[in-house]
């Protein structure tokens, strides 16, 4: 997929000086060592009554003892420990050589020790709506509805920080700060930052990037968003009510988060992209800690990077601890695919989401020969008139000096002044950000672009706020055009101005950037969980950076249009909001099975769900299907889970007594029987090696009214499915009821290979709790 340049020219001007400054700076002490992660588990407080500033005293203390115990010189300590984790997480992060990375691993206490690992931003620097799905109107009495209903659940966002003026944020109409909220503004270098009752808190966190690109100045000492990216999730997850909010006048109308009414607050951890990364796990895990302490509800992170083991994952670490202290952990599934086995964030306790569009459109045609083609655009304006201009392929524009690949992709400098000047452009979709490949028409004199999609992106059209007159087709309107030109001798064209459409069809459908399953650390538990709307999302942005978020974009915008799985995964966070909001004793197990059990795989054709290639899409894309908000607060069933059962899972992989028991912060022993991983009580059945038959066991509570479910099953094709019993009972809230799965190989069905998939629905009639069923045959490919 494209990759974009994140940062405005003085922002990479002022990253270059910090860098070349730490290279005058840095002291000899740290020229062979690295920053690690030293992870001692979470801290056991007892029963005491040390306060709190005591207990995190004593804490940094004992770090400083342990590191001491290796470097052996207590000067060399100081220097060394940049963050010690003293509230919920246990550990810190200091510059260390290999050897004793591998030293202190050894010794007891320490559960692991690991790198400070880069990450990404989920965006593809391009752009869908705020909130709940547009067909998914919230009914007249419906709780949500309700005066102040949602004040009292506070949203975090670990990103690239907010921009706090951003009327998203305003606080019109809200009541006082809830008591729970311990956090703070943090503007020591920034007075112009402030917060409000809506945006109740906001801090940084660099220490990690600073260890990779040496010291900063005041620019990077500031919660404030350079780069759009933290502020358009934020606002996606908990903005407020923003009348007449649109981008250059399309998708004009109210602008709201999913869970509007919440309070919000920002956690800086995303910075200027250095060695392909912009966020570090020691950032990470210090912003959770501070983010559990404060007294969040929900946790949204849209970032994420390659797929380690739980122990060597800053996100996977932190979020294990905020779901123990019942916070709900969102997070985006990447933007790798459409390629398998590409997802990220991949532990149970992590609500994992991918991307898929909505049906609102912004429609730009191409018009050439007798046709009219349409693609999508977010250009300020057309071509003037109606008349026809000349067509070229950037392929034939090549400059001399120019490759044929880098010519036929856009890249800037590529494109024959001589060739171009007063033409439309046809560039090819990838490597390069979209839009700068307009920039790259512009700059040779070309009044105009269509950006055609490669075999890989499929149908997959995106509106992006373009710098001059452009659309962007699918792969199969990309081939009849370039056909066309190879054809004609003095091809020619128009592009109109765009539009805002609604009710398109089909809808939704699943973008071809969001990353795939199988999920290769644990393939037992599928991953994405679920998908939502991450095409052309609007929401609040900015006011430092460009809508494109290129250097050459001095445009600003109040609000912006954005995709990636960075967009999708607030629309979830919102949601849980709003559960958390209307059912408090809710786990956050209790809310994703609610999210995912409710959620739909058929389009607005009452179709099932299609790809980006328009072929039948699989779980491995949209994991239980694409979220509806208003079926999740009345799921009639859920699956439950407790720490108990995470570290259950922990065991069966192979953890030790002895590091779960760290990891728990209080005495843990795996149990003498082993939990078969695809026994985890969670709302997907996912089975990578199936024999001949196997057993899975599941649980699920009621959380509605009496009454009988009974069950129906969609066999995976070549696989048999039976479920005991066939019907469940219950007679009163929280009641459990447990059944079991038994799977597989039908007889003589031993042809083909790979995974298949089906479902089984549990219903009483009004809810269907709905459930994914993904099987491979152990030995196929």
């Not at 007063?422 to 560039?427: A, L, N, T, W």
């Not at 490597?431 to 997959?460: F, P, S, W």
């Not at 939502?532 to 006011?543: E, K, Q, T």
């Not at 956050?588 to 009452?606: G, H, L």
Request: charged share 20%; aromatic share 10%; with cysteine.
């Amino acid at each position: 997929m494209e990759i974009a340049r994140r940062s405005s020219a003085p922002l990479l001007l002022l990253l270059l000086l910090a860098f070349l400054y730490s290279l005058l700076l840095q002291r000899p002490v740290f020229a062979a060592r690295k920053a690690y992660v030293v992870y001692l588990g979470e801290h056991s407080r007892g029963s005491g009554s040390v306060s709190s500033w005591e207990a995190s005293k004593r804490a940094t203390e004992s770090h400083y003892e342990l590191l001491g115990s290796v470097l052996e010189d207590r000067e060399k300590v100081q220097d060394a420990i940049f963050y010690s984790y003293t509230h919920n997480v246990n550990g810190f992060a200091a510059y260390l050589e290999e050897q004793e990375a591998l030293k202190i691993s050894t010794y007891p206490g320490v559960v692991s020790v690991f790198p400070n690992r880069g990450y990404k931003l989920h965006t593809t620097r391009s752009w869908e709506f705020l909130g709940l799905e547009r067909d998914g109107r919230v009914p007249k009495q419906s709780p949500w509805r309700k005066a102040r209903f949602g004040e009292d659940t506070i949203i975090a966002n670990l990103d690239s920080g907010v921009w706090p003026e951003a009327q998203s944020f305003k606080d019109d109409g809200l009541g006082p700060i809830p008591s729970k909220w311990k956090g703070i503004c943090q503007n020591d270098f920034d007075e112009s930052f402030s917060c409000n009752r809506k945006l109740i808190g906001a801090r940084y966190f660099n220490k990690g990037y600073e260890a990779l690109v040496g010291p900063l100045n005041a620019t990077f000492k500031s919660p404030r968003d350079y780069d759009g990216h933290g502020t358009h999730t934020l606002s996606t997850a908990g903005g407020g009510f923003v009348p007449s909010a649109n981008i250059f006048g399309y998708g004009n109308g109210t602008a709201k988060g999913g869970s509007p009414r919440a309070r919000v607050a920002a956690y800086k951890v995303c910075w200027p992209q250095v060695n392909g990364s912009e966020c570090f796990d020691a950032d990470i895990l210090a912003a959770f800690d501070a983010a559990i302490r404060d007294g969040v509800d929900v946790i949204s992170v849209s970032l994420g990077g390659d797929p380690v083991g739980y122990f060597q994952d800053g996100l996977a670490i932190g979020s294990f601890h905020a779901v123990k202290k019942g916070i709900t952990v969102v997070s985006s599934a990447g933007n790798s695919g459409p390629k398998l086995a590409t997802v990220s964030n991949l532990s149970p306790w992590m609500f994992t989401v991918g991307a898929s569009t909505m049906d609102r459109q912004f429609p730009s045609f191409i018009v050439f020969d007798d046709k009219r083609i349409k693609g999508e655009s977010l250009s300020p304006k057309g071509l003037p008139g109606k008349r026809l201009y000349p067509l070229i392929s950037s392929a034939e524009a090549k400059l001399v000096n120019a490759s044929a690949r880098q010519a036929r992709l856009c890249y800037l400098g590529s494109l024959d002044r001589s060739k171009v000047k007063g033409k439309i452009v046809v560039c090819l979709r990838g490597i390069t950000a979209r839009v700068e490949k307009g920039e790259a028409v512009h700059q040779a004199g070309g009044i105009g672009m269509v950006l055609a999609n490669d075999v890989d992106d499929g149908n997959e059209i995106v509106a992006d706020a373009h710098v001059l007159p452009a659309t962007h087709i699918t792969y199969s309107d990309g081939l009849t055009l370039f056909s066309y030109l190879r054809s004609t001798k003095s091809p020619l064209g128009h592009v109109t101005r765009p539009k805002t459409k609604l009710g398109a069809k089909p809808a939704p459908f699943m973008a071809a950037f969001s990353s795939k399953g199988p999920n290769t650390i644990t393939p037992e538990i599928l991953k994405p969980d679920v998908t939502a709307p991450g095409v052309s999302v609007l929401a609040a942005y900015s006011g430092a950076v460009g809508p494109t978020g290129l250097v050459f974009d001095g445009r600003r915008v109040a609000f912006n249009a954005e995709s990636g799985t960075s967009m999708s995964c607030p629309h979830i966070s919102g949601v849980a909001g709003l559960l958390k909001t209307l059912h408090p004793d809710w786990s956050p197990a209790a809310i994703k099975s609610a999210i995912m059990t409710t959620a739909r795989t058929r389009d607005n054709m009452k179709e099932p769900m299609l790809n980006s290639s328009f072929n039948e899409a699989t779980p491995f894309g949209y994991g239980s299907g694409h979220v509806r908000p208003n079926r999740a607060m009345d799921p009639g069933l859920v699956y439950d889970m407790t720490t108990t059962d995470y570290l259950g899972f922990l065991c069966s992989l192979g953890y030790t007594t002895a590091q779960l028991a760290m990891f728990n912060g209080e005495p843990y022993a795996c149990p003498s029987t082993p939990l078969h991983i695809s026994d985890l009580n969670y709302p997907s059945i996912t089975i990578p090696d199936l024999q001949s038959s196997t057993k899975v066991a599941r649980v699920v509570k009621n959380v509605g009214p009496p009454g009988t479910y009974a069950v129906r099953v969609v066999e995976p094709r070549g696989v048999s499915v039976t479920v005991s019993p066939a019907s469940l009972t219950f007679e009163k809230v929280g009641e459990e009821k447990r059944f079991q799965v038994t799977v597989g190989i039908k007889e003589g069905k031993t042809d083909g290979g790979g995974y298949v998939f089906g479902g089984l629905v549990w219903s009483d009639g009004k809810h269907d709790v709905r459930s994914p069923l993904v099987v491979k045959r152990s030995g196929s490919s």
